[in-house]
Antibody, heavy 121, light 107 residues
Framework: EVHLVESGGAVVQPGGSLRLSCSAS????????MHWVRQSPGKGLEWVSF??????????DYADSVKGRFTISRDNSKNSLYLEMNNLRADDTAFYYC????????????WGRGTLVTVSS | DIQMTQSPSTLAASVGDRVAITCRTS??????LAWYQQKPGKAPKLLIY???TLESGVPSRFSGSGSGTGFTLTITSLQPDDFATYFC?????????FGQGTKLAIK
């Protein structure tokens, strides 16, 4: 059974940094593109970033709202996905989900339960 | 970025009703649209992709239609478990974007 478990969410001050992790199990991790999607409390969904299977530097992309501040990475030997977040702002406050991209369509067929990042002084 | 407009924002219905939620996109996306269901405190769940393909395990009372810029999610014979929030998502080009959501509530 596929499982995605995020961790690392916390309360952080504006300008601070945080690293989120997503531990994957139940499937061959390095066969799949992975994403981060966020959702502000009570609001809609926003795609944040993706990383292709090989995890190389040219196989990633970001939403404009986080470009230059967030870095996605993966360690296929550890079945793990990461999101390094720097220079955090109040509008980065959200639940952060890791999601697996389906093999046959670029949609998210499995999601974790999310981890909450709160940016507040 | 492709803008997504869902309607209605909220919808009240009764068990057994047939309901339809629409999603319009600001650009032509062919059939590259997905629908998700989300319940409070839970992650979204994929229901439909490629506008009309039902994800494995999703009940057949859910169906999707449309192409280009106009799409519809239809739920026939609403069940108690269906009261949730529904989102559409385009995946024709990055950044992938979502509709603002339709909350389906019990009348």
């Amino acid at each position: 059974e596929v499982h995605l478990v995020e961790s690392g969410g916390a309360v952080v001050q504006p300008g601070g940094s945080l690293r989120l992790s997503c531990s994957a199990s139940g499937f061959t991790f390095d066969d799949f593109t992975m994403h981060w999607v966020r959702q502000s409390p009570g609001k809609g969904l926003e795609w944040v970033s993706f990383i292709l299977r090989d995890g190389k530097s040219k196989s990633v992309d970001y939403a404009d709202s986080v470009k230059g501040r967030f870095t996605i990475s993966r360690d296929n030997s550890k079945n793990s996905l990461y999101l390094e977040m720097n220079n955090l702002r109040a509008d980065d406050t959200a639940f952060y989900y890791c999601a697996r991209e389906m093999e046959s369509a670029a949609v998210f067929d499995y999601w974790g339960r999310g981890t909450l990042v709160t940016v507040s002084s | 970025d492709i803008q997504m407009t869902q309607s209605p924002s909220t919808l009240a219905a009764s068990v057994g009703d047939r309901v339809a939620i629409t999603c319009r996109t600001s650009q032509i996306i062919n059939k590259w649209l997905a629908w998700y269901q989300q319940k409070p405190g839970k992650a979204p769940k994929l229901l439909i992709y490629e506008a009309s393909t039902l994800e494995s395990g999703v009940p057949s009372r859910f169906s999707g239609s449309g192409s280009g810029t106009g799409f519809t999610l239809t739920i026939t014979s609403l069940q108690p478990d269906d009261f949730a929030t529904y989102f559409c998502q385009q995946y024709t080009t990055y950044p992938y974007t979502f509709g603002q959501g339709t909350k389906l509530a019990i009348k």
